[in-house]
Structure formats: structure tokens, C-alpha cells
């Protein structure tokens, strides 16, 4: 069974930062590829940012400079580093894994990032 359970969410003002956390079982982490996927209020889920089972990394162009992934394979755990928040950053937040550019069908709960003043 796969499962995927993100953390770090919060109540944060622009400018802040955040860490969030995703915890992997139900698959061979290390030989997949993962990916940090948002959705916010009224919107579409989209691609935030992307790492490969090598360590490579991809970001959506809102994120660029700002944010960073990361994982670690030996804990099952993935990482967003969130910097310099913005207004817009406001979301619910998924981790999943991606092969093809496709998500898994199995979305755990998310975690909630609220920015604001």
C-alpha cells in the first residue's frame, strides 16, 4: 500500500519560510522519481517541483530561487524548503511519485501553507 503523509504546514507572513516533510512507504523509494504538487483555493493542482532518484531537480518558474527540494533516501523522506513566501504561495501542498510526468493515483492528506498578514 502506498502511502504518503506531508507535515510542515502553517500560518506563515510573506517573507517567511517553511519546511515541509513527506514521509514515503509502499514503494521502492529510492529507485523513484518525486514530485511536490499544490492546489490552491479555487485553483487546479499544479507541479511545484520535481526530484529524480539521482538527486536532479526541476521547479515551476513561480518557485524558482525560492524554493528547494530535497530527499532522502535512507530516512524514505522528501523535503520543500520554502523561502521568501508570497501571498500567491497560499495552498494545500501534496508530495507524490511521478513517472512520465504523471502522479501516482494515491494522494495522502496534504499540508496547509497560509501566507498572510
Known amino acids: 500500500q502506498v502511502q504518503f503523509v506531508e507535515s510542515g504546514g502553517g500560518l506563515v507572513q510573506p517573507g517567511g519560510s517553511l519546511r515541509l516533510s513527506c514521509a514515503v512507504s509502499g514503494i521502492i523509494f529510492d529507485i523513484e522519481h518525486m514530485a511536490w504538487y499544490r492546489q490552491a483555493p479555487g485553483g487546479e493542482r499544479e507541479l511545484v517541483a520535481r526530484?529524480?532518484?539521482?538527486?536532479?531537480?526541476n521547479y515551476a518558474d513561480a518557485v524558482k530561487g525560492r524554493f528547494t527540494i530535497s530527499r532522502d533516501n535512507v530516512k524514505r523522506m522528501m523535503y520543500l524548503q520554502m523561502n521568501s513566501l508570497k501571498l500567491e504561495d497560499t495552498a494545500v501542498y501534496y508530495c507524490?511519485?511521478?513517472?512520465?510526468?504523471?502522479?501516482?493515483?494515491?494522494w495522502g492528506p496534504g499540508t496547509r501553507v497560509t501566507v498572510s498578514s
Open positions: 526530484i529524480s532518484r539521482y538527486g536532479s531537480t
Open positions: 507524490n511519485r511521478q513517472n512520465g510526468g504523471i502522479p501516482s493515483n494515491y
